[in-house]
């Protein structure tokens, strides 16, 4: 398949072409996505593996994310360990057998906190260690934040177990190659001017506990899904991020703004009822191969409308459908069509699934398929 515009298309030409459920993801359009956010923020962008860890998916965009990859796991570890791209490792979990692999595969450590150091200190003099990254929790700002109005999280350190943390590395001899900071998912809009401000004036207190000069900052990120089309000032953002001494490189790190709108989530519709006036598409997949859709986090679920493809027969009622998966769960319904038809063997197509949906889906409930994979230019 060329490009993703042509999903639609081809399903109406050539309806056996995809094996349903399935998830196709564009490596253009994760280009796309990319060097635009990079272009926008003028700095660093690190991909955090975890919103999309398709092995074929990272082999293909391999060119793409030079910058670095952020693992959470040792087992995403595993399957990037190797390659060209700077590694970071991030977890306040990370325990001895992690820490040793990201060592040992010259993966570039974020430490959590000082306890982890401890772990460290056994690795000390006997194999080379990558500067570590100092992760600070998002409270540090607050002493230069006007309006500090994150919610609270258990990642990183404050300013004691920053001092502290340095203190140990000096001790160690583990050289700091720079922070991290992340103040959430969806947080960067609102947050990027005033954190930029407060992180611009910890730059000197961090040095001076460094007693040297603060080489690498990561001030994360949190994009939306379509940043593209929020009216956030980059420009401004960019002139506030000249402001940071030249000798401290700055960085970002996404997941949901690379791969989200880069996926699509193919489900086929098998049968058709309606129950008390209320029609329903029972498709060939659901939550138990994209558990997001299903909007089960959700208090309020608005479910997405996908777009459908017509493929055999007229299509049934038009008016208010659910799509409804193959769990055999109450809540695993997955999408809404309102004042349209649909019918059985038709294609149903959602938008905006390459992030979390494929890697936050964790079913072997009832055995269920899980959905293929299609890579397209
Ligand atoms: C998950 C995560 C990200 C990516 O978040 P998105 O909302 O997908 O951009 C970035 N940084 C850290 C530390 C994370 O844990």
Not at 6 to 22: D, F, G, V
Not at 140 to 161: E, K
Not at 227 to 236: C, G, K, L, S
Request: aromatic residues 10%; contains cysteine; hydrophobic residues 40%.
């Amino acid at each position: 398949m060329q490009s993703i515009e042509r999903l639609k298309p081809m399903l109406q030409e050539e309806p056996c072409a995809l094996s349903t459920p399935c998830y196709v993801y564009s490596v253009s359009a994760v280009e796309r996505n990319f060097k635009a956010l990079k272009q926008a923020l003028g700095t660093q962008l690190i991909y955090s593996f975890k919103a999309n860890s398709n092995l074929e998916l990272m082999v293909r965009c391999g060119h793409i994310f030079t910058d670095g990859i952020e693992l959470a796991s040792q087992g995403e570890l595993g399957l990037m360990a190797t390659g060209k791209a700077p590694r970071y490792i991030n977890n306040p979990s990370a325990d001895k057998n992690f820490l040793r692999a990201a060592i040992a595969s010259k993966a570039q450590i974020i430490i959590d906190h000082p306890a982890q150091l401890e772990v460290m200190k056994d690795f000390v003099g006997k194999r080379p260690i990558a500067p570590l990254i100092l992760r600070l929790n998002p409270c540090v700002l607050s002493d230069y934040d006007p309006q500090p109005s994150l919610r609270a999280n258990h990642f990183g350190m404050d300013w004691p177990l920053l001092q502290q943390a340095i203190n140990r590395c000096q001790q160690l001899q583990l050289e700091v190659g720079g922070v991290h900071l992340f103040t959430g998912s969806y947080q960067f809009e609102r947050h990027a001017i005033s954190t930029a401000q407060a992180a611009l004036q910890c730059v000197e207190r961090i040095q001076q506990l460094l007693d040297g000069p603060l080489n690498f900052l990561n001030l994360g990120g949190g994009f939306d899904e379509h940043w593209q089309q929020n009216d956030f000032d980059f420009e401004q953002y960019r002139h506030l991020l000249a402001e940071f001494p030249s000798h401290v490189t700055l960085a970002h790190e996404s997941g949901r703004g690379i791969m989200a709108s880069a996926g699509h989530f193919v489900t086929k519709v098998r049968y058709t009822k309606t129950i008390e006036d209320r029609h329903y598409a029972i498709c060939d997949g659901g939550m138990a191969q994209n558990f997001l859709l299903a909007q089960t986090e959700n208090t309020f679920r608005r479910y997405a409308q996908p777009t459908v493809v017509h493929n055999t027969t007229p299509a049934g009622h038009t008016g208010t459908w659910l799509l409804a998966g193959t769990s055999c769960n109450k809540d695993d319904l997955i999408g809404q069509l309102n004042d349209a038809s649909i019918g059985v063997g038709d294609f149903a197509i959602f938008a905006d699934c390459g992030a979390y949906n494929a890697s936050y889906t964790v079913s072997p409930f009832l055995n269920l398929p899980t959905a293929n994979t299609y890579i397209v230019e």
